[in-house]
């Protein structure tokens, strides 16, 4: 167990729709990521907060968005979802600013099915 | 963006054998290198990170060399165990894109 939690686990929508996931990072880790993981492809990253900040994004859609709150925990609004928005979303967290150096602990990953 | 590949794409050996894997990335602006493993129906797990040319890391029966000036990374497993089985994951990070950049892994499956 990482110590990162994701809800939901599993989720199934239609297309045109909104979903939120969560993250609630380690205890003390300040650094939140998103990433992508589609058939076929490796891990995406999304985007990177630190203590509520974004940090960086990289692959990450327009209809996509995200936030930390502070409490820390991290939400990714997935909106007008299309089909190939199916995919398992993995949150991460890190201590520090998110230097390149710091190993990342990745929770359990929702499962999205746009349908 | 960094382009980083891992070879071979799945490996299928005996418990017992030894084996190893390659993650290739660009070797400019080199900031550090992530080895992950990722077992079926978990979530990646970190095994080494690694910044310095000729760095060589060890975690029990798994240890990691890293060149940072040709730009590959190995990764060993010395006498695979079946519990062995899972995706290997190396990471590339430069300077200028501060982020992981993940190949698409080595997919290991030990017999007993």
């Known amino acids: 167990d990482s110590g990162v939690t994701q809800t939901p686990k599993h989720l199934i929508t239609a297309t045109g729709q909104r979903v939120t996931l969560r993250c609630s990072p380690r205890s003390g880790d300040l650094s939140v990521y998103w990433y992508q993981q589609s058939l076929d492809q490796g891990l995406q990253f999304l985007i990177h907060y630190y203590n509520g900040e974004e940090r960086a994004k990289g692959n990450i859609l327009e209809r996509f968005s995200a936030q930390q709150f502070p409490d820390l925990h991290s939400e990714l609004n997935l909106s007008s979802l299309e089909l190939g928005d199916s995919a398992l979303y993995f949150c991460a967290s890190s201590s520090g600013r998110g230097v390149p150096y710091n190993e990342q602990f990745f929770g359990p990953g929702t499962r999205l099915t746009v349908l | ?112």
């Open chain 2, 1 to 112: 963006i960094l382009n980083v590949e891992q070879s071979p794409q799945s490996l299928h050996v005996q418990e017992g054998d030894s084996t190893n894997f390659t993650c290739s990335f660009p070797s400019s602006n080199f900031y550090a290198l992530h080895w992950y493993r990722w077992e079926t129906a978990k979530s990646p797990e970190a095994l080494f990170v690694m910044t310095l040319n000729g760095d060589e890391k060890k975690k029990g029966r798994i240890s990691a060399t890293l060149n940072t000036k040709e730009g590959y990374s190995y990764l060993y497993i010395k006498g695979s165990q079946p519990e062995d089985s899972a995706t290997y994951l190396c990471a590339s990070v430069n300077t200028g894109f501060q982020k992981l950049v993940f190949g698409t892994g080595t997919r290991l499956l030990v017999s007993p």
